[in-house]
């Protein structure tokens, strides 16, 4: 045990480190909020894979794998890598123009020039704040699981212990703090999955062996339908394609990059770099099955502690306390990012959308990310209901609020402020009402359907026909605007005749 505290504890050093010199560099909230845009190809991608795979995702997958077989990989890890190069070939080069051409740092930055119309940008300054409460809200209590775990405390103080570091650093540094400790928690994700594939692979005599092992028990496990319809399956890769395509952390990093020529290798980067992380859940969740077949492992009841079984009985102290540091990791490159997002959200993005300008931006925004802090963790540890209903507005939900306003709006010049309202509405309150009606047996869906996708396909469809039903005479304005583009003489003079019509 001795070993482990000491690994944890240098990682957390480390990152007190970045936080302290992050500080030293911050000189307004245009560092604090973007990293003052000068992030090269390398960190912006490693940064952004790092954040996408937070706790949930080395985790929650390595549990599922344990649980569903092969699909749980396929449908929630494999194919997510496609999504980065969604992002950067759909999302990088305009959003990069935009924030050349404004004063963009934030999501509803974007949607703030992009729409010519106070209620969109309103709508989602309120959703970037909850979701990233939300978010925050499963970080703390993974990071207070794991902390439990190392230093032998409650899983309430190890939760405290968790924020006070992440929160520590972040609200030194800010989104410079934020990138540079993701860049570090990136490679040691990186390192630690390679190492833990060949560490779990070999206590069951290799893969080849470990495949046939499952193979001899139930050879459907390793099927893609095996526990879950194929049509759930690709209804949760469109979740998760689209879904991480559209995260909040995802696209603002776009808005940080120092020269557009940056985005020409990140994609590729970012998407290897999530590909190799996905082994860890893959290794693990497989050699849990194998290990249960031959009876060397019990049949857990309790999924979630795949992970920490394996550990604790089939690895040496010493890379134990090495895969939990890159657990913490995962946990907390997410978790720094949302703090700042959040905090974005309520000093920049809410007071700017009501009208008002906030004075000493950097003061504010540090106490804001206290604030998001500090109502996560008593999510956390105090209200588990609330935490039930927060945690619904989640993957799908920013997927559905985001997509369409963002991916979209970017490109058509008819996308309005009014569909974009609907959509982050419908976004936030679907998911909740599903999840809600779901869980309480209100409703049933049908086995063939994954509500996650659902909820983003039909908040495509409308945005989409807002904007066709509801035309504004400013849309096309607002598109020209984003990037700097004169208006035409036919567009100055459609202006003129609404503005004389109003």
């Given amino acids: 045990m001795s070993v482990v505290l000491g690994i944890v504890i240098l990682y957390f050093l480390v990152m007190f480190a970045i936080g302290y010199w992050a500080n030293t560099r911050m000189k307004s909230s245009?560092?604090?909020?973007?990293?003052?845009?000068?992030?090269?190809?390398?960190?912006?991608?490693?940064?952004?894979?790092?954040?996408i795979q937070s706790g949930f995702g080395m985790i929650g997958h390595t549990a599922n794998t344990y649980a569903w077989g092969m699909q749980a990989i396929v449908a929630a890890a494999l194919l997510v890598p496609l999504s980065f190069a969604l992002s950067w070939f759909l999302?990088?080069?305009?959003?990069?123009?935009?924030?050349?051409?404004?004063?963009?740092?934030?999501?509803?930055?974007?949607?703030?020039?992009?729409?010519?119309?106070?209620?969109?940008?309103?709508?989602?300054?309120?959703?970037m704040f909850v979701g990233a409460v939300a978010y925050m809200t499963a970080q703390v209590t993974a990071m207070g699981v794991i902390v439990a775990i190392i230093f032998g405390t409650s899983v309430t103080s190890g939760a405290i212990i968790g924020s006070a570091v992440v929160a520590a650093y972040t609200i030194a540094g800010g989104m410079l703090a934020a990138v540079w400790t993701d860049l570090v928690q990136g490679l040691l994700m990186i390192a630690m999955s390679i190492a833990t594939f060949v560490v779990a692979t070999n206590s069951v005599g290799g893969w080849s062996d470990m495949i046939a092992t499952?193979?001899?028990?139930?050879?459907?496990?390793?099927?893609?339908?095996?526990?879950?319809?194929?049509?759930?399956?690709?209804?949760?890769?469109?979740?998760?394609?689209?879904?991480?395509?559209?995260?909040?952390?995802?696209?603002?990093?776009?808005?940080?990059?120092?020269?557009?020529?940056?985005?020409?290798?990140?994609?590729?980067?970012?998407?290897?770099?999530?590909?190799?992380?996905?082994?860890?859940?893959?290794?693990?969740?497989?050699?849990?099955?194998?290990?249960?077949?031959?009876?060397?492992?019990?049949?857990?009841?309790?999924?979630?502690?795949?992970?920490?079984?394996?550990?604790?009985?089939?690895t040496a102290p010493a890379f134990a306390g090495f895969v939990m540091a890159g657990l913490l990791a995962a946990i907390m490159s997410s978790a720094s990012s949302f703090i700042t997002i959040g905090a974005s959200s309520l000093t920049r993005d809410l007071m700017s959308s009501l009208g008002r300008t906030v004075e000493r931006d950097l003061l504010w925004g540090r106490l804001a990310s206290g604030f998001v802090v500090l109502c996560s963790?008593?999510?956390?540890?105090?209200?588990t209901q609330v935490v039930f209903l927060l945690g619904a507005i989640g993957w799908a939900a920013f997927a559905a609020a985001m997509f369409a306003p963002i991916a979209l709006g970017i490109y058509w010049r008819r996308a309005t402020g009014l569909a974009t309202t609907v959509a982050v509405g419908f976004g936030l309150v679907a998911n909740l009402a599903l999840t809600?009606?779901?869980?309480?047996?209100?409703?049933?869906?049908?086995?063939?359907?994954?509500?996650?996708?659902?909820?983003?396909?039909?908040?495509?469809?409308?945005?989409?026909?807002?904007?066709?039903?509801?035309?504004?005479?400013?849309?096309?304005?607002?598109?020209?605007h984003a990037y700097g583009v004169a208006p035409t003489h036919e567009a100055r003079a459609t202006a003129t005749t609404a503005a004389h019509d109003s």
Wanted: proline share 3%.
């Fill in 377 to 383: 963790l008593l999510f956390s540890l105090y209200l």
């Fill in 436 to 480: 809600i009606l779901t869980s309480e047996g209100v409703i049933t869906l049908p086995a063939y359907m994954q509500s996650g996708g659902l909820v983003i396909a039909v908040g495509v469809l409308l945005f989409v026909g807002t904007s066709l039903l509801r035309p504004a005479a400013g849309s096309r304005r607002g598109f020209d």
């Fill in 30 to 51: 245009k560092e604090f909020l973007v990293a003052g845009q000068t992030l090269g190809f390398f960190v912006m991608a490693i940064a952004t894979f790092s954040s």
């Fill in 91 to 127: 999302l990088g080069a305009r959003l990069y123009r935009i924030a050349r051409e404004h004063a963009v740092y934030s999501v509803p930055d974007v949607i703030r020039v992009r729409y010519p119309d106070r209620s969109a940008h309103l709508a989602m300054s309120v959703a």
């Fill in 214 to 314: 499952i193979e001899r028990s139930d050879a459907s496990w390793l099927q893609l339908d095996a526990t879950q319809p194929i049509t759930w399956v690709f209804g949760f890769v469109f979740l998760a394609v689209l879904g991480t395509a559209a995260q909040p952390q995802l696209v603002t990093k776009f808005l940080m990059l120092r020269s557009g020529s940056e985005l020409r290798w990140g994609a590729l980067v970012a998407a290897v770099a999530y590909a190799v992380t996905t082994l860890f859940a893959l290794s693990i969740g497989l050699a849990m099955r194998a290990l249960a077949i031959e009876g060397r492992a019990p049949e857990l009841g309790n999924i979630d502690n795949t992970t920490t079984w394996f550990l604790d009985n089939m």
